[in-house]
């Protein structure tokens, strides 16, 4: 089975705060995603990467970074926290051989406080 | 006009009952589609992946793509409580940029024993 585990199910953090939010997969997965999931909104893009070190915005990546020092793992930064960054987090792994179903860990509760 | 439209619901149904979602997508380029069950609080996990038009069968789960009307459907038979959850749709092209998928915003069922 397909494994991708975020580091916390819960986290409460301070406006201006420096938030790091970890995903690791352990099937080799050329691609990451971060998503985040809003009530109404449904899931948003924010950052994906196709390879180590390779990066690219998605559809709301202000405010957010992103680093890949290594295959299976993939970090969310928020720089600085805010308080409408309060969300869930989703990070997601998918092949990279032209398979495009994507599978997901249990997400992240992130709260700005 | 939304790239993929899911009707939220909630849709409420007797135990045992067969149930229908669907989604309209607008980009003829899409050729595979996923369905997401996702429970409250927890990550996407994906039940059904589907390549162009036709039916897929899994257990009690039916996904059907129409791609000349740009329509997919998940069909639950004999459902059961478990079965309440949030049940995404999600689709991508074969393109080069073909592992983003473009997501409805879900339909919420609850099945009543």
């Known amino acids: 089975d397909v494994k991708v585990t975020q580091s916390s199910r819960y986290l409460v953090k301070r406006t201006g705060e420096k938030v790091f939010l970890e995903c690791v997969q352990d099937?080799?997965?050329?691609?990451m995603f971060w998503y985040r999931q809003d009530p109404g909104l449904g899931l948003r893009l924010i950052y994906f990467?196709?390879?180590?070190?390779?990066?690219e915005k998605g559809d709301i990546p202000e405010g957010y970074s992103v680093s890949r020092e290594k295959k299976e793992r993939f970090s969310l930064i928020l720089e600085s926290a805010s308080t409408n960054q309060t969300s869930m987090y989703l990070c997601?792994?998918?092949f990279g051989d032209g398979r495009t179903e994507a599978f997901f860990g249990q997400g992240t509760r992130l709260t700005v406080v | 006009q939304k790239e993929v439209e899911q009707d939220p619901g909630p849709l409420s149904v007797p135990e045992g009952a067969i149930v229908s979602l669907n989604c309209t997508y607008s980009?003829?380029?899409?050729?595979?589609f996923m369905w997401y069950r996702q429970y409250s609080r927890k990550g996407p996990e994906l039940l059904m992946y589907?390549?162009?038009?036709g039916n897929k069968e899994d257990g009690r789960f039916t996904a059907q793509v129409d791609k000349s009307s740009k329509y997919i459907s998940l069909f639950i038979r004999d459902s059961q409580p478990s079965d309440s959850a949030t049940y995404l749709c999600?689709?991508?092209?074969?393109?080069?940029?073909?592992?983003?998928?473009?997501f409805g915003k879900g339909t919420l069922l609850t099945v009543n024993p």
């Open positions: 997601a792994s998918s």
């Open positions: 099937m080799d997965h050329e691609n």
């Open positions: 990467s196709y390879d180590v070190k390779m990066k």
């Open positions: 980009n003829s380029a899409f050729q595979y």
């Open positions: 589907t390549y162009s038009s």
């Open positions: 999600a689709m991508s092209d074969s393109g080069g940029s073909n592992y983003k998928l473009t």
